[in-house]
């Protein structure tokens, strides 16, 4: 179910989180991270655990790089 928060000139509501709006912006962020990387981009590698293998050396690339932005 979407999280997108209502205009306010909307007649009607639904039910609206902010936490989980929140929470959405950072998946998206991330995926948006990771398509950075060519090899995962274009799906370079066909086999499933060499593809799973580079997704996560590509996350621990992104986590250093603003665990180090951070101290």
């Known amino acids: 179910m979407?999280?997108?928060p209502p205009k306010k000139n909307r007649t009607g509501s639904f039910p609206f989180s902010a936490w989980v709006?929140?929470?959405r912006n950072?998946?998206?962020?991330?995926?948006?991270k990771l398509k950075h990387f060519?090899?995962?981009a274009t799906r370079y590698?066909?086999?499933p655990l060499n593809f799973l293998a580079a997704i996560k050396?590509?996350?621990?690339?992104?986590?250093l790089r603003n665990?180090?932005?951070a101290t």
């Open 67 to 69: 665990y180090e932005s």
């Open 21 to 23: 709006y929140r929470q």
């Open 2 to 4: 979407a999280n997108i």
């Open 26 to 32: 950072l998946v998206e962020r991330y995926f948006n």
């Open 45 to 47: 590698d066909r086999d």
């Open 38 to 40: 060519r090899g995962i």
């Open 57 to 63: 050396l590509a996350s621990v690339r992104i986590w």
